[in-house]
Protein backbone atom coordinates (compact mmCIF):
# COMPACT_ATOMS: atom_id res chain seq x y z
CA UNK A 1 0.00 0.00 0.00
CA UNK A 2 0.92 3.62 -0.79
CA UNK A 3 0.29 6.84 0.72
CA UNK A 4 -2.90 6.98 3.53
CA UNK A 5 -6.37 6.25 2.56
CA UNK A 6 -8.72 9.22 2.41
CA UNK A 7 -10.89 10.11 5.61
CA UNK A 8 -14.37 10.89 4.85
CA UNK A 9 -14.75 14.31 3.00
CA UNK A 10 -17.38 17.02 3.31
CA UNK A 11 -17.69 16.32 -0.54
CA UNK A 12 -17.74 12.63 -0.23
CA UNK A 13 -20.95 10.19 -0.68
CA UNK A 14 -22.61 8.01 1.74
CA UNK A 15 -23.46 4.91 -0.72
CA UNK A 16 -22.26 3.96 -4.01
CA UNK A 17 -24.01 6.26 -6.75
CA UNK A 18 -26.95 3.91 -8.40
CA UNK A 19 -25.90 1.39 -10.55
CA UNK A 20 -22.26 1.14 -8.96
CA UNK A 21 -20.78 -1.49 -7.19
CA UNK A 22 -21.64 -1.63 -3.43
CA UNK A 23 -18.46 -3.27 -2.65
CA UNK A 24 -16.15 0.06 -0.72
CA UNK A 25 -12.81 -1.91 -1.85
CA UNK A 26 -13.75 -1.42 -6.06
CA UNK A 27 -12.95 2.43 -5.72
CA UNK A 28 -10.07 4.19 -5.42
CA UNK A 29 -11.69 6.05 -2.59
CA UNK A 30 -13.43 4.09 -1.00
CA UNK A 31 -14.68 6.03 2.44
CA UNK A 32 -15.73 8.50 -0.05
CA UNK A 33 -17.55 5.76 -2.96
CA UNK A 34 -15.25 7.79 -5.02
CA UNK A 35 -13.27 6.72 -8.12
CA UNK A 36 -14.77 3.66 -9.02
CA UNK A 37 -12.75 0.81 -10.28
CA UNK A 38 -14.44 -1.94 -11.64
CA UNK A 39 -14.04 -1.74 -15.06
CA UNK A 40 -11.78 -1.12 -17.45
CA UNK A 41 -13.57 2.08 -18.30
CA UNK A 42 -14.10 3.27 -14.91
CA UNK A 43 -10.12 3.07 -14.03
CA UNK A 44 -9.68 4.96 -17.39
CA UNK A 45 -12.08 6.89 -15.84
CA UNK A 46 -10.45 7.49 -12.87
CA UNK A 47 -7.40 8.36 -13.89
CA UNK A 48 -8.47 11.23 -16.02
CA UNK A 49 -10.65 12.60 -13.18
CA UNK A 50 -7.76 12.75 -10.79
CA UNK A 51 -5.09 14.12 -12.80
CA UNK A 52 -7.55 17.13 -13.13
CA UNK A 53 -5.45 19.43 -10.29
CA UNK A 54 -8.96 20.76 -9.10
CA UNK A 55 -9.78 16.93 -8.26
CA UNK A 56 -6.41 16.37 -6.53
CA UNK A 57 -6.67 19.13 -4.73
CA UNK A 58 -9.38 17.91 -2.68
CA UNK A 59 -6.94 15.80 -1.20
CA UNK A 60 -3.62 15.40 1.30
CA UNK A 61 -0.73 14.67 -1.04
CA UNK A 62 -0.71 11.39 0.85
CA UNK A 63 -3.87 10.53 0.24
CA UNK A 64 -3.27 11.57 -3.22
CA UNK A 65 -0.82 8.84 -3.62
CA UNK A 66 -3.20 6.25 -2.40
CA UNK A 67 -6.15 6.78 -4.88
CA UNK A 68 -3.19 7.09 -7.54
CA UNK A 69 -1.83 3.49 -6.28
CA UNK A 70 -5.12 2.39 -6.10
CA UNK A 71 -6.17 3.85 -9.90
CA UNK A 72 -2.55 2.75 -11.64
CA UNK A 73 -2.94 -1.14 -9.98
CA UNK A 74 -6.44 -1.23 -11.62
CA UNK A 75 -5.13 0.27 -15.00
CA UNK A 76 -2.07 -2.52 -14.82
CA UNK A 77 -5.06 -5.05 -13.84
CA UNK A 78 -7.05 -3.92 -17.04
CA UNK A 79 -4.00 -4.39 -18.78
CA UNK A 80 -4.23 -0.37 -19.39
CA UNK A 81 -1.01 0.52 -18.54
CA UNK A 82 2.00 -1.43 -17.57
CA UNK A 83 4.36 -0.26 -15.00
CA UNK A 84 6.08 -2.97 -13.79
CA UNK A 85 9.19 -4.08 -15.38
CA UNK A 86 9.46 -6.58 -18.55
CA UNK A 87 5.92 -6.29 -19.37
CA UNK A 88 5.38 -5.00 -22.68
CA UNK A 89 4.15 -1.61 -23.11
CA UNK A 90 2.71 -0.70 -26.89
CA UNK A 91 4.60 1.96 -28.96
CA UNK A 92 3.76 5.73 -28.71
CA UNK A 93 0.54 6.68 -30.54
CA UNK A 94 -1.40 10.25 -30.59
CA UNK A 95 -4.77 10.00 -28.96
CA UNK A 96 -7.32 9.00 -31.90
CA UNK A 97 -9.16 12.61 -32.09
CA UNK A 98 -6.19 15.20 -32.16
CA UNK A 99 -3.40 16.12 -34.82
CA UNK A 100 -0.31 15.51 -33.30
CA UNK A 101 0.58 19.40 -34.11
CA UNK A 102 -2.91 20.35 -31.64
CA UNK A 103 -1.22 18.30 -28.18
CA UNK A 104 -0.07 20.03 -25.31
CA UNK A 105 3.13 18.98 -23.40
CA UNK A 106 1.30 16.99 -20.88
CA UNK A 107 -0.53 15.29 -23.71
CA UNK A 108 2.69 14.12 -24.91
CA UNK A 109 4.39 13.27 -22.21
CA UNK A 110 2.06 10.70 -21.72
CA UNK A 111 2.03 9.48 -24.90
CA UNK A 112 5.51 8.69 -24.66
CA UNK A 113 5.75 7.70 -20.64
CA UNK A 114 2.20 6.71 -19.71
CA UNK A 115 0.69 8.47 -16.43
CA UNK A 116 2.63 6.64 -13.68
CA UNK A 117 5.71 7.47 -15.40
CA UNK A 118 4.91 10.69 -15.99
CA UNK A 119 3.96 11.12 -12.63
CA UNK A 120 7.12 9.48 -11.09
CA UNK A 121 9.40 11.90 -13.53
CA UNK A 122 7.44 14.93 -11.31
CA UNK A 123 8.64 13.84 -8.41
CA UNK A 124 12.57 13.78 -9.32
CA UNK A 125 13.95 16.53 -7.50
CA UNK A 126 15.64 19.54 -9.66
CA UNK A 127 19.04 18.80 -7.81
CA UNK A 128 19.25 15.59 -9.25
CA UNK A 129 19.37 16.60 -13.05
CA UNK A 130 22.05 18.50 -14.78
CA UNK A 131 22.17 19.50 -18.19
CA UNK A 132 25.70 20.07 -19.47
CA UNK A 133 25.28 21.15 -23.46
CA UNK A 134 22.16 22.20 -24.99
CA UNK A 135 22.38 23.65 -28.28
CA UNK A 136 19.86 23.81 -30.98
CA UNK A 137 20.93 20.37 -32.48
CA UNK A 138 21.79 18.47 -29.13
CA UNK A 139 20.93 18.34 -25.82
CA UNK A 140 22.65 16.25 -23.21
CA UNK A 141 22.49 15.77 -19.78
CA UNK A 142 22.33 13.62 -16.44
CA UNK A 143 19.67 12.74 -14.62
CA UNK A 144 20.79 10.91 -11.09
CA UNK A 145 23.57 8.85 -12.48
CA UNK A 146 21.68 8.30 -15.51
CA UNK A 147 23.06 10.05 -19.30
CA UNK A 148 21.09 11.47 -21.91
CA UNK A 149 22.07 12.32 -24.91
CA UNK A 150 19.58 13.74 -27.66
CA UNK A 151 20.51 14.23 -31.05
CA UNK A 152 18.04 16.07 -33.42
CA UNK A 153 20.77 15.95 -36.42
CA UNK A 154 20.69 12.69 -36.52
CA UNK A 155 17.60 12.30 -34.72
CA UNK A 156 18.95 9.49 -31.84
CA UNK A 157 18.19 9.07 -27.91
CA UNK A 158 20.81 7.38 -25.88
CA UNK A 159 19.78 6.91 -22.40
CA UNK A 160 21.13 4.02 -20.05
CA UNK A 161 18.69 3.27 -17.70
CA UNK A 162 16.92 -0.46 -17.19
CA UNK A 163 13.35 0.84 -17.92
CA UNK A 164 14.96 2.17 -21.22
CA UNK A 165 16.57 -0.49 -22.19
CA UNK A 166 13.82 -2.74 -21.77
CA UNK A 167 11.16 -0.18 -23.61
CA UNK A 168 12.79 1.74 -26.16
CA UNK A 169 12.67 -0.87 -29.13
CA UNK A 170 8.42 -0.18 -29.01
CA UNK A 171 10.06 4.00 -28.78
CA UNK A 172 8.74 4.41 -25.53
CA UNK A 173 10.44 6.58 -22.47
CA UNK A 174 11.18 6.05 -19.05
CA UNK A 175 10.84 8.53 -15.65
CA UNK A 176 14.01 10.47 -16.66
CA UNK A 177 13.74 11.23 -19.74
CA UNK A 178 10.60 12.59 -18.47
CA UNK A 179 11.91 14.89 -16.30
CA UNK A 180 14.83 16.11 -18.77
CA UNK A 181 11.80 16.86 -21.25
CA UNK A 182 9.80 18.61 -18.27
CA UNK A 183 12.56 21.05 -17.32
CA UNK A 184 13.09 21.80 -20.99
CA UNK A 185 11.62 25.26 -22.13
CA UNK A 186 8.07 23.85 -23.04
CA UNK A 187 7.72 24.69 -26.49
CA UNK A 188 11.53 23.23 -27.17
CA UNK A 189 9.92 20.14 -25.06
CA UNK A 190 6.48 20.53 -26.99
CA UNK A 191 8.75 20.77 -30.87
CA UNK A 192 10.99 17.69 -30.00
CA UNK A 193 8.53 15.51 -28.76
CA UNK A 194 5.91 16.42 -32.01
CA UNK A 195 8.84 15.86 -34.13
CA UNK A 196 9.35 12.65 -32.40
CA UNK A 197 5.92 11.24 -33.36
CA UNK A 198 6.01 12.38 -36.63
CA UNK A 199 9.12 10.67 -37.37
CA UNK A 200 8.75 7.97 -34.90
CA UNK A 201 10.21 5.36 -37.65
CA UNK A 202 13.07 7.68 -38.32
CA UNK A 203 14.27 8.28 -34.72
CA UNK A 204 16.40 5.63 -33.11
CA UNK A 205 16.18 4.96 -29.36
CA UNK A 206 19.29 3.55 -28.30
CA UNK A 207 21.45 2.37 -24.97
CA UNK A 208 25.16 2.66 -25.02
ZN1 LIG B 1 15.74 6.28 -17.62
Not at 124 to 153: C, G, Q
Amino acid sequence: MRGKKPEKKPFGRDSPPKGYPRDQSLYADPDNWRYPLHSSWNAKAARRYFDEPSNRAKYTKEEQAYIDWRIDEALQRFGQISGSEGAERPSPKPPARKKIDELTLRELLRVFLGAARLKRAEEIEDSLLSISNMTPERIDAKVKDYVVHIDLKNQTISHDCQDWRQNMEAKNMCKHLGKLLLSLEPNRAVGLLQNILHHIDEWKFTAP
